[in-house]
């Protein structure tokens, strides 16, 4: 029998508990309306239709709610909003009254139960998954299994990780029974399929419910890099990196590593030079997998039947026709095998214009057949002004896509085009078609995600990110006929600046490159890229360096010249979250505001984020292939708007903030033990939450203060920030030495072809912590003892349990109902305890008596209700009241100073939620 939640004894009777409530008590919230905080989630599937096709749902990702749509003839009738979890991206029903909505920085997915209206209704359970769960579909016997996608990692999974451990799947698939979802706190799985690749993202079910297809995101391209150790030096002519070997000025560029691409045979680089005998991993790009969804439990199709291979780079969302059983994904493929930004005038090639492709792959039974969606363009003339005829055909990071269901008709959301691509599936198939505005549908709200086909009426529903509302668009005469703004508790800077990092109609005079093409959903695409331009210059570094101890004298070069030299080789592509306090930008911080003031923190000359920032402005004409740069104006509105960008939680951390025994040792070593010229690690990588007070929301050295430093490599860097190391674990099997560590033998298979440092070349942060081993040139360095081993592999886990700008708990949710398993009450006093010492607010949003209502945390034990005149209630009241009306309320850890606005003031305008008329 499993324990259940035991209501407060009821020392006072109901009607006596409400007029206790009413009582006024004064107390302050500890809370404020600080900036909104900005996570940038990639929506996977905002809309679903009810099964009756009487009802619309969509996720409200910014003002984490579901809304809920009547469809009349007359169009979309808004009917209810009910709080969900943090950033919700995908939304399934199961029925006209039970909805599921995937949360994906809390983790969970949350159960909605509405009336048979659709009038009213609330979160009736909280499942716990895996770490930044993408999407959900319902498949298997009678569509009763609820799959869900998630990465291999988070504190709420009930396995190891095994980061440190080569060759594990990383794509993670939660199987519920939906009838049946478990006693326990976070719901019991029928299965957890770990599948061989990386984060996924997409799911698709066939029309009988017998197949789920599961997406991995950053699939890659089987392209890796070879560590420079490994490069002779000396320039082409010597077998070493590819030339040219210096600038226009003709001054000689770094030795750097060199990108390799596997061709199903041999890794080869842009010479076609073979570099096999230096790879010790393969990378067999499993990139679509096939699950059997009726099988007990559900599993992968064995052998070759069980995944497909080379279906694109970055793959977005994936629609099965239901007639003839084909699949779609929709897709960018990239070109980072290739390289250089610029003209192309010294080097005689360029990839300004041409970095990605926006692709449909076709999969069947006789493989995979890419589609380019943008063949009209003309790659080798570059770049008309805006705008052209060739730019208004094109069509960019397609995502959400519908089927007709007579398999004819292929309607795909093109997100940074503004645009729905409408496909005959025929002349997709055969590569047939020609792309023309006239089967394109323009959509005045801009960045769709997601859409879903309503052919009784003939209708389509597209959820618009750039405005966040609902189109609704005529399928007859391929016309926006009506557009509905959801509310929008963002800031107009983050709806005024969102447009400049996807739209490429703007950034691109081919139309079909943007920021985002790279910096997927404002992060990154887990790939290398040789971006220097030849035609360039060397240009100078102001940037702050870090001292070394007195003993190694006082230059902190070592006579190094950390100048910006335009050969810089293949680097990582960075993401945009967290730049804000950070200092300059790229691995060699040659974005920097340094050569226009003076140093200083914070927000003065290399440490002012915002003018580092609009130093990328260039690369819009140099990467992007624009015919000018943006604007002053535009480019303040872009900075404006990605300089709020925050990492979510880290998701290895404990999440009462604690660290295990190893990364305790790991990070007492890390911050506490010389290990190189500067000191211990910590010198370089300063680790400070409360620095730059003044800067708010954003305050905080999360392992860099800005400055760069010695680092014995060919390129002098700018000190990284520490808080995403997570997210590049994959990669294992070293053709090098490092330090005192020998190369590895070959590992075999592997899911991702880069790793860590600046160009991705060091497999494991084991590895790279190797790099200050005691050698005669580091005497300070770690010993090759067993201590010392320990020491680094300590370190390993404490760094991949960094710090960050938000504590783990936030994002982290329970329900409660009077049918709740014991251990939720557990988990609620967790939530209480991080929010009391201010690692977030805490709320409390659901249904009391059949009535909306809200609460939030005050810090001193009581829960503040959305009615002004009412008093704050004990946990124990609460508790009380869930039981007593048969309610259900569920908890979530918001980010510090949202509380007020998500938990009982959504439009923080003075009147309470419950007050509003």
Same mark, same amino acid.
């Given at each position: 029998?499993?324990?259940?939640?035991?209501?407060?004894?009821?020392?006072?009777?109901?009607?006596?508990?409400?007029?206790?409530?009413?009582?006024?008590?004064?107390?302050?919230?500890?809370?404020?309306?600080?900036?909104?905080?900005?996570? +940038?989630?990639?929506? /996977?599937?905002? #809309?679903?239709? $009810?099964? =009756?096709?009487?009802? !619309?749902?969509?996720? @409200? *990702?910014?003002?984490?709610?579901?809304?809920?749509?009547?469809?009349?003839?007359?169009?979309?009738?808004?009917?209810?909003?009910?709080?969900?979890?943090?950033?919700?991206?995908?939304?399934?029903?199961?029925?006209?009254? +039970?909805?599921?909505? /995937?949360?994906? #920085?809390?983790? $969970?997915? =949350?159960?909605?139960? !509405?009336?048979?209206? @659709? *009038?009213?209704?609330?979160?009736?359970?909280?499942?716990?998954?895996?770490?930044?769960?993408?999407?959900?579909?319902?498949?298997?016997?009678?569509?009763?299994?609820?799959?869900?996608?998630?990465?291999?990692?988070?504190?709420?999974?009930?396995?190891?990780?095994?980061?440190?451990?080569?060759?594990?799947?990383?794509?993670?698939?939660?199987?519920?029974?939906?009838?049946?979802?478990?006693?326990?706190?976070?719901?019991?799985?029928?299965?957890?399929?770990?599948?061989?690749?990386?984060?996924?993202?997409?799911?698709?079910?066939?029309?009988?419910?017998?197949?789920?297809?599961?997406?991995?995101?950053?699939?890659?391209?089987?392209?890796?890099?070879?560590?420079?150790?490994?490069?002779?030096?000396?320039?082409?002519?010597?077998?070493?990196?590819?030339?040219?070997?210096?600038?226009?000025?003709?001054?000689?560029?770094?030795?750097?590593?060199?990108?390799?691409?596997?061709?199903?045979?041999?890794?080869?680089?842009?010479?076609?030079?073979?570099?096999?005998?230096?790879?010790?991993?393969?990378?067999?790009?499993?990139?679509?997998?096939?699950?059997?969804?009726?099988?007990?439990?559900?599993?992968?199709?064995?052998?070759?039947?069980?995944?497909?291979?080379?279906?694109?780079?970055?793959?977005?969302?994936?629609?099965?026709?239901?007639?003839?059983?084909?699949?779609?994904?929709?897709?960018?493929?990239?070109?980072?095998?290739?390289?250089?930004?610029?003209?192309?005038?010294?080097?005689?090639?360029?990839?300004?214009?041409?970095?990605?492709?926006?692709?449909?792959?076709?999969?069947?039974?006789?493989?995979?057949?890419?589609?380019?969606?943008?063949?009209?363009?003309?790659?080798?003339?570059?770049?008309?002004?805006?705008?052209?005829?060739?730019?208004?055909?094109?069509?960019?990071?397609?995502?959400?896509?519908?089927?007709?269901?007579?398999?004819?008709?292929?309607?795909?959301?093109?997100?940074?085009?503004?645009?729905?691509?409408?496909?005959?599936?025929?002349?997709?198939?055969?590569?047939?078609?020609?792309?023309?505005?006239?089967?394109?549908?323009?959509?005045?709200?801009?960045?769709?995600?997601?859409?879903?086909?309503?052919?009784?009426?003939?209708?389509?529903?597209?959820?618009?990110?750039?405005?966040?509302?609902?189109?609704?668009?005529?399928?007859?005469?391929?016309?926006?006929?009506?557009?509905?703004?959801?509310?929008?508790?963002?800031?107009?800077?983050?709806?005024?600046?969102?447009?400049?990092?996807?739209?490429?109609?703007?950034?691109?005079?081919?139309?079909?490159?943007?920021?985002?093409?790279?910096?997927?959903?404002?992060?990154?695409?887990?790939?290398?890229?040789?971006?220097?331009?030849?035609?360039?210059?060397?240009?100078?570094?102001?940037?702050?360096?870090?001292?070394?101890?007195?003993?190694?004298?006082?230059?902190?070069?070592?006579?190094?010249?950390?100048?910006?030299?335009?050969?810089?080789?293949?680097?990582?592509?960075?993401?945009?979250?967290?730049?804000?306090?950070?200092?300059?930008?790229?691995?060699?911080?040659?974005?920097?505001?340094?050569?226009?003031?003076?140093?200083?923190?914070?927000?003065?000359?290399?440490?002012?984020?915002?003018?580092?920032?609009?130093?990328?402005?260039?690369?819009?004409?140099?990467?992007?292939?624009?015919?000018?740069?943006?604007?002053?104006?535009?480019?303040?509105?872009?900075?404006?708007?990605?300089?709020?960008?925050?990492?979510?939680?880290?998701?290895?951390?404990?999440?009462?903030?604690?660290?295990?025994?190893?990364?305790?040792?790991?990070?007492?070593?890390?911050?506490?033990?010389?290990?190189?010229?500067?000191?211990?690690?910590?010198?370089?990588?300063?680790?400070?939450?409360?620095?730059?007070?003044?800067?708010?929301?954003?305050?905080?050295?999360?392992?860099?203060?800005?400055?760069?430093?010695?680092?014995?490599?060919?390129?002098?860097?700018?000190?990284?920030?520490?808080?995403?190391?997570?997210?590049?674990?994959?990669?294992?099997?070293?053709?090098?030495?490092?330090?005192?560590?020998?190369?590895?033998?070959?590992?075999?298979?592997?899911?991702?072809?880069?790793?860590?440092?600046?160009?991705?070349?060091?497999?494991?942060?084991?590895?790279?912590?190797?790099?200050?081993?005691?050698?005669?040139?580091?005497?300070?360095?770690?010993?090759?003892?067993?201590?010392?081993?320990?020491?680094?592999?300590?370190?390993?886990?404490?760094?991949?349990?960094?710090?960050?700008?938000?504590?783990?708990?936030?994002?982290?949710?329970?329900?409660?109902?009077?049918?709740?398993?014991?251990?939720?009450?557990?988990?609620?006093?967790?939530?209480?305890?991080?929010?009391?010492?201010?690692?977030?607010?805490?709320?409390?949003?659901?249904?009391?008596?059949?009535?909306?209502?809200?609460?939030?945390?005050?810090?001193?034990?009581?829960?503040?209700?959305?009615?002004?005149?009412?008093?704050?209630?004990?946990?124990?009241?609460?508790?009380?009241?869930?039981?007593?009306?048969?309610?259900?309320?569920?908890?979530?850890?918001?980010?510090?100073?949202?509380?007020?606005?998500?938990?009982?003031?959504?439009?923080?305008?003075?009147?309470?939620?419950?007050?509003?008329?």
């Amino acid at each position: 029998m499993v324990a259940r939640i035991k209501a407060v004894p009821p020392v006072v009777s109901q009607a006596a508990l409400a007029v206790t409530w009413l009582l006024f008590m004064a107390a302050s919230t500890g809370a404020f309306a600080a900036p909104f905080t900005l996570f +940038e989630s990639g929506q /996977v599937r905002p #809309l679903a239709l $009810s099964p =009756s096709g009487r009802f !619309l749902y969509a996720v @409200n *990702t910014p003002d984490n709610r579901l809304e809920v749509f009547q469809i009349k003839p007359s169009g979309l009738v808004p009917l209810v909003s009910i709080p969900v979890g943090l950033e919700p991206v995908a939304v399934a029903a199961r029925s006209d009254d +039970e909805v599921w909505v /995937v949360n994906h #920085l809390s983790d $969970s997915v =949350s159960i909605v139960k !509405l009336d048979d209206r @659709n *009038t009213r209704g609330a979160v009736v359970r909280t499942l716990l998954v895996g770490d930044e769960p993408r999407d959900i579909v319902f498949a298997g016997p009678d569509k009763s299994r609820a799959f869900i996608t998630a990465a291999h990692r988070g504190q709420n999974v009930p396995f190891d990780p095994q980061f440190t451990t080569p060759g594990v799947g990383r794509a993670d698939v939660w199987v519920f029974d939906a009838n049946r979802t478990g006693a326990s706190l976070g719901g019991d799985p029928l299965t957890l399929l770990t599948l061989f690749g990386d984060t996924p993202r997409a799911l698709a079910v066939t029309p009988d419910g017998s197949r789920v297809y599961a997406a991995v995101f950053h699939s890659g391209n089987r392209s890796s890099v070879i560590h420079e150790s490994l490069v002779p030096n000396g320039g082409e002519s010597v077998g070493g990196v590819p030339g040219p070997n210096v600038n226009s000025q003709g001054l000689r560029g770094p030795e750097v590593s060199v990108l390799v691409k596997f061709d199903g045979t041999d890794w080869r680089d842009v010479l076609n030079r073979t570099w096999t005998d230096k790879v010790r991993f393969s990378l067999p790009d499993k990139d679509v997998f096939v699950i059997d969804a009726t099988a007990n439990p559900p599993a992968q199709l064995a052998g070759s039947s069980g995944f497909y291979s080379g279906v694109g780079t970055i793959l977005f969302n994936m629609a099965v026709n239901p007639v003839s059983g084909k699949v779609y994904v929709s897709n960018t493929e990239a070109r980072n095998e290739l390289r250089f930004e610029g003209p192309g005038t010294f080097a005689g090639t360029s990839l300004r214009g041409h970095l990605h492709e926006s692709r449909i792959s076709v999969l069947s039974a006789s493989g995979v057949a890419p589609r380019h969606l943008n063949k009209h363009i003309n790659y080798a003339a570059c770049c008309a002004a805006l705008p052209n005829t060739e730019n208004d055909k094109s069509l960019a990071q397609p995502l959400g896509m519908a089927v007709s269901s007579n398999g004819t008709t292929l309607y795909v959301a093109a997100f940074g085009s503004s645009k729905l691509g409408v496909y005959s599936t025929a002349a997709l198939e055969a590569d047939t078609f020609v792309p023309d505005t006239a089967h394109q549908i323009p959509l005045s709200g801009g960045g769709p995600t997601g859409l879903v086909l309503d052919e009784a009426r003939g209708r389509m529903y597209v959820l618009t990110r750039f405005d966040n509302a609902i189109s609704v668009v005529n399928t007859a005469t391929k016309r926006e006929i009506a557009h509905l703004p959801l509310f929008n508790p963002e800031p107009p800077s983050v709806v005024a600046g969102r447009p400049f990092l996807y739209d490429a109609r703007r950034s691109s005079s081919h139309g079909d490159s943007s920021c985002a093409s790279c910096h997927i959903f404002g992060d990154f695409d887990s790939l290398a890229w040789d971006l220097g331009n030849p035609d360039a210059a060397v240009a100078n570094n102001p940037n702050p360096i870090v001292p070394v101890l007195p003993e190694f004298g006082t230059d902190p070069t070592f006579g190094q010249d950390p100048g910006f030299h335009p050969l810089k080789g293949p680097l990582l592509t960075q993401s945009l979250r967290g730049m804000a306090n950070h200092g300059p930008m790229h691995w060699r911080g040659d974005r920097t505001g340094g050569n226009d003031a003076p140093n200083a923190q914070p927000n003065g000359g290399a440490l002012d984020e915002a003018a580092a920032f609009k130093q990328f402005n260039p690369a819009f004409m140099d990467l992007l292939g624009r015919s000018a740069q943006l604007s002053p104006a535009e480019m303040q509105q872009f900075s404006d708007f990605v300089l709020q960008i925050t990492y979510p939680p880290n998701p290895i951390r404990n999440l009462d903030n604690s660290l295990t025994p190893q990364q305790q040792a790991g990070s007492d070593f890390f911050f506490n033990t010389t290990s190189f010229f500067h000191g211990p690690c910590g010198s370089c990588h300063q680790l400070d939450p409360t620095a730059n007070p003044q800067e708010g929301a954003f305050a905080g050295f999360f392992g860099t203060n800005g400055s760069s430093s010695f680092d014995a490599e060919p390129l002098f860097p700018k000190v990284p920030h520490l808080r995403n190391l997570y997210q590049r674990v994959g990669m294992f099997g070293a053709g090098f030495p490092f330090g005192l560590q020998p190369a590895d033998p070959f590992l075999g298979e592997q899911i991702r072809g880069f790793g860590f440092n600046s160009d991705g070349a060091i497999p494991t942060l084991f590895r790279f912590n190797s790099s200050f081993d005691v050698i005669p040139d580091n005497p300070s360095g770690i010993p090759n003892t067993p201590e010392g081993l320990a020491a680094k592999a300590n370190m390993e886990l404490y760094m991949l349990a960094f710090e960050s700008n938000l504590a783990p708990i936030v994002g982290q949710q329970v329900t409660l109902t009077d049918a709740s398993p014991a251990e939720a009450l557990s988990r609620l006093h967790l939530l209480m305890a991080r929010a009391h010492v201010g690692e977030c607010d805490l709320v409390a949003k659901g249904q009391l008596a059949s009535r909306p209502v809200g609460f939030l945390y005050l810090r001193n034990g009581g829960f503040k209700p959305d009615h002004a005149a009412l008093p704050p209630l004990s946990e124990a009241a609460l508790r009380q009241l869930v039981s007593i009306t048969r309610g259900a309320l569920t908890y979530t850890c918001v980010p510090p100073g949202s509380g007020q606005r998500i938990g009982i003031d959504r439009n923080l305008n003075g009147v309470l939620d419950g007050d509003e008329p």
